[in-house]
């Protein structure tokens, strides 16, 4: 999963960079500057990328240990 989430990343960070809409007066749904509506969508891509990211490259088991090291200190008090 791991060559298919890294080249989003760069893909992401590339297309943030966006010079091509500065001066584009276009409305998009009559009323959504098209700069401002890009960001939108690059902004839910982002999220989703990073969703992707814990739900398939999250290191298994962490959370438990966390869990577990808590659970051990409230013991001991």
């Known amino acids: 999963m791991l060559r298919f989430i890294w080249p989003l990343v ?3 960070l ?3 960079q966006d010079n091509w ?3 584009d007066g276009t ?4 009323f959504i500057p098209v700069g401002l509506f890009y960001h ?3 902004s ?3 999220a989703t990328t990073w969703f ?3 739900l398939f490259c999250w290191p298994k088991g962490l959370d438990e ?3 577990h090291e808590s659970t051990k200190g409230e013991q001991s008090v």
């Open 10 to 12: 760069i893909l992401l």
């Open 14 to 16: 590339i297309l943030h």
């Open 21 to 23: 809409f500065w001066d």
């Open 27 to 30: 409305l998009v749904f009559g």
């Open 40 to 42: 939108a969508c690059i």
């Open 44 to 46: 839910v891509a982002a």
């Open 52 to 54: 992707l990211v814990v």
């Open 65 to 67: 240990k966390v869990s």
